[in-house]
């Protein structure tokens, strides 16, 4: 079964940083596209970032600028560094991966932005 853990995450100060990490293991040797996505209270899930096995990025517009996402296809680990931190950040992260017409999600971890 392919699993995805995150960790990182926690209770930030406004303009503050943080990074999350996600390893993934399974049966699957590597993912074609691995990234982020989020959920606030009372929103639905949104995209944050993704990157291909390539390298080749894409990021929400609210983040643009501020996060960079990052992968280690040997570790087939994917890392979101979070920085200029604003309270509307405040969200569960979830690693997302996927390989052809399968996707995933990891369990989440909780980002808190405080002003």
């Known amino acids: 079964q392919v699993q995805l853990v995150e960790s990182g995450g926690g209770l930030v100060q406004a303009g503050g940083s943080l990074s999350l990490s996600c390893a993934a293991s399974g049966s699957i040797f590597s993912f074609n596209t691995m990234g982020w996505d989020r959920q606030a209270p009372g929103k639905q899930r949104e995209l944050v970032a993704r990157?291909?096995?390539?390298?080749?990025?894409n990021y929400a517009d609210s983040v643009k600028g501020r996060f960079t996402i990052s992968r280690d296809n040997a570790k087939n680990t994917v890392y979101l560094q979070m920085n200029s931190l604003k309270p509307e950040d405040t969200a569960v992260y979830y690693c997302?991966?996927?390989?052809?017409?399968?996707?995933?999600w990891g369990q989440g971890t909780q980002v808190t932005v405080s002003s």
């Open positions: 997302y991966a996927s390989i052809t017409v399968r996707h995933y």
């Open positions: 990157i291909t096995s390539g390298g080749s990025t």
